[in-house]
């Protein structure tokens, strides 16, 4: 079983702040994706890295996929309340026909 | 257009009920998926279609049952479910079928309570 622990678990922090959200598995990863989810509704795909070393931006949103392709990071650039949600990493490998998802972190953003 | 659709939003059945969930994407997406979400867990997968055919039954219990009619509808067929099958049942696609690097988009999903 190819596991995804994200950390932190839990974050809440203050508008305008920035955070840093991480994704580690022992296991490669051909690509890998990140999502974001709101209560009640399904996962929104923000993001796909299939590079190591690779970094994208989207707006205050960076991430980057580990040199070895075996970890993630999501970066928060002055957190605002729509930040606030379930992110969830996942990846997928060559040969396993199964998206792997991470353990999740819940953010929460404060006005 | 990246959308997945899927009805009913909510559900509620007796443990004696019969219902069926429905997902429909238009984007031409050859593989289509079945999650099960409890609250504040990832998605699990149940279910993967590839090619209107079943390629992965996660050994799934024999009372949800999938169908793939046609390249665009995934259906969840319910029957006989315990007060535990209560959750957010999401249907999912991705343009290519597994195994390799694919994205896959996620319906809103189907709160169902079990009673």
């Known amino acids: 079983t190819q596991l995804l622990e994200q950390s932190p678990q839990f974050l809440s922090i203050q508008e305008g702040e920035n955070l840093t959200v991480y994704c580690n598995s022992s296991?490669?990863?051909?690509?890998l994706q990140w999502y974001r989810q709101e209560p009640g509704e399904g996962p929104v795909l923000l993001v796909t890295v299939v590079t190591g070393g690779e970094v994208k931006k989207l707006k205050r949103l960076t991430f980057q996929f580990g040199d070895a392709r075996k970890d993630s990071s999501l970066h928060i650039t002055a957190a605002q309340p729509g930040d606030t949600g379930l992110y969830l990493c996942a990846g997928i490998n060559f040969g396993n026909e199964k998206l792997t998802f991470g353990t999740g972190t819940r953010l929460t953003i404060i006005p | 257009d990246t959308e997945v659709t899927q009805t009913p939003k909510h559900l509620v059945m007796g443990m004696t009920n019969k219902k069926s969930l429905k997902c429909e994407q238009h984007m031409g997406h050859r593989a289509m998926y079945w999650y099960k979400q409890k609250a504040k867990k990832p998605p699990e997968l149940m279910f993967v279609?590839?090619?209107?055919?079943?390629?992965i039954n996660e050994s799934v219990p024999s009372r949800f049952s999938p169908e793939c009619p046609n390249s665009s509808l995934l259906n969840l067929h319910l029957h006989a479910l315990q007060p535990e099958d209560s959750a957010l049942y999401l249907c999912?696609?991705?343009?290519?079928?597994?195994?390799?690097?694919?994205?896959?988009?996620f319906g809103p999903g189907t709160r169902l309570t079990v009673t």
């Open positions: 279609y590839s090619y209107e055919k079943l390629s």
């Open positions: 999912a696609s991705s343009q290519v079928p597994p195994p390799g690097d694919y994205e896959q988009y």
């Open positions: 296991s490669v990863f051909s690509s």
